[in-house]
């Protein structure tokens, strides 16, 4: 396997690779274990052949049933999928409701953002959503990658990427910039978002408020820190506390997914 951040995936967005990012104690995030990514409901046979080959054992989906009846996951064989919703509210808006929504207000996007992102580190079912993901990458001691995805792969999913990497001795500067490769990755979604939305009449206040829905931000990634640090001093408490973490597991993480 090919050591690249980004991966050549055709029918789908933000598909990409954990490995490789360096720990304070000098090891490193191995390659071909985690990836994370947006949903797979579009996937070609071809992308299927690519995952498949890459040896996912487990599809944890991030989303909600609502979404996930939508767009359902194709999966590459011999993978096991687990539904992991860390909301399971705020998705049943028609596309005019949510047009209309977002319509007049240039700053309703980036506020709801915000919120979405102290929701993601206080709420119990996204406690809930995040204790199941680090069970099933506890429980990945074969050869093979866990797959974790919500649907664009950067809020949900660039969190709980967030809390991986925490988790193993990654520095919260270098996790940012993780965090950030969404922003490029996104534009060509944005356009598209755009593009759908331009049919119930496109205001300068719904672009702006797309474009801050539908990327990544500093102040996004920056809100859940603030409200970590705030409530639990700092994230090695919140991984204790929060999600439940031991010492047992943190040490059993870093033996599965850390090489010298």
Not at 57 to 73: G, I, P
Not at 82 to 101: C, L, M, W
Not at 180 to 198: G, H, N, R, T, W
């Amino acid at each position: 396997m090919s050591q690249q951040r980004l991966l050549d995936i055709k029918n789908g967005y933000n598909f990409r690779e954990l490995g490789g990012y360096q720990t304070e104690d000098g090891r490193f995030v191995k390659w071909n274990k985690v990836l994370r990514s947006g949903e797979l409901s579009e996937l070609s046979d071809s992308d299927l052949a690519f995952l498949e080959d890459y040896g996912i054992n487990f599809d944890v989906d991030l989303r909600s049933d609502t979404e996930r009846q939508k767009a359902s996951d194709k999966l590459p064989k011999k993978t096991k999928f687990i539904a992991n919703p860390v909301f399971n509210s705020g998705h049943d808006k028609t596309e005019r409701q949510y047009a209309e929504q977002y319509m007049d207000d240039a700053t309703r996007g980036k506020q709801n953002m915000i919120n979405s992102y102290q929701s993601m580190v206080t709420s119990p079912s996204a406690q809930k959503a995040f204790k199941n993901l680090f069970k099933t990458l506890l429980a990945n001691t074969d050869d093979g990658a866990v797959l974790f995805h919500c649907a664009q792969g950067k809020d949900r999913t660039g969190l709980s990427a967030a809390f991986f990497l925490f988790a193993l001795g990654v520095d919260e500067e270098t996790i940012k910039k993780d965090y950030l490769l969404s922003k490029e990755a996104m534009k060509p979604f944005i356009q598209v978002k755009i593009d759908q939305y331009s049919k119930y009449g496109m205001t300068e206040e719904l672009r702006q408020n797309l474009h801050d829905l539908y990327t990544v931000d500093e102040s996004y990634f920056d809100a859940a820190m603030v409200t970590i640090k705030a409530k639990y001093g700092n994230i090695n408490n919140f991984l204790h506390e929060f999600i439940g973490l031991t010492d047992d597991d943190i040490a059993k993480l870093k033996e599965i997914y850390l090489t010298d």
